[in-house]
């Protein structure tokens, strides 16, 4: 199982981004998939998540009306948009995957078994 994140870059203030968690080795759509953030020295923080079966989604406060989860299923691929970006929102992304039943949110990081090798965005002020 492989899971390639992609799509970082560095973007000024307000800009967008849409990051690319591509899978091989599963199909993606069964799986549940998160995203997350690090920064260093500080804990890993979760920006968004979606389910398997029914794609729900769930985003924290901090990125609520800014940053979409969606799937496309014919790519193997779940994408986070993230608009109006704030330097706040540099880290190194990742994304996660695993089974969990239909519908289920998993919000937190030790909830995924497979992980993506991350990517970089840097928003400038």
């Known amino acids: 199982v492989q899971l390639q994140a992609s799509g970082g870059g560095l973007v000024p203030s307000g800009g967008s981004l849409r990051l690319s968690c591509a899978a091989s080795g599963i199909t993606l759509k069964d799986y549940s998939v998160g995203w997350f953030r690090r920064v260093p020295g500080k804990q890993s923080e979760g920006v968004g998540c979606i389910s398997s079966k029914n794609d729900n989604t769930y985003y924290p406060d901090l990125v609520k009306g800014r940053f979409i989860i969606s799937r496309v299923n014919s790519e193997n691929t779940v994408y986070l948009q993230m608009n109006n970006l704030k330097p706040g929102d540099t880290a190194v992304y990742y994304c996660?995957?695993?089974?969990?039943?239909?519908?289920?949110?998993?919000?937190?990081?030790?909830?995924?078994?497979?992980w993506g090798q991350g990517t970089q965005v840097t928003v400038s002020s």
């Open positions: 996660a995957a695993d089974l969990k039943p239909s519908g289920f949110l998993a919000t937190m990081p030790y909830e995924y078994e497979y």
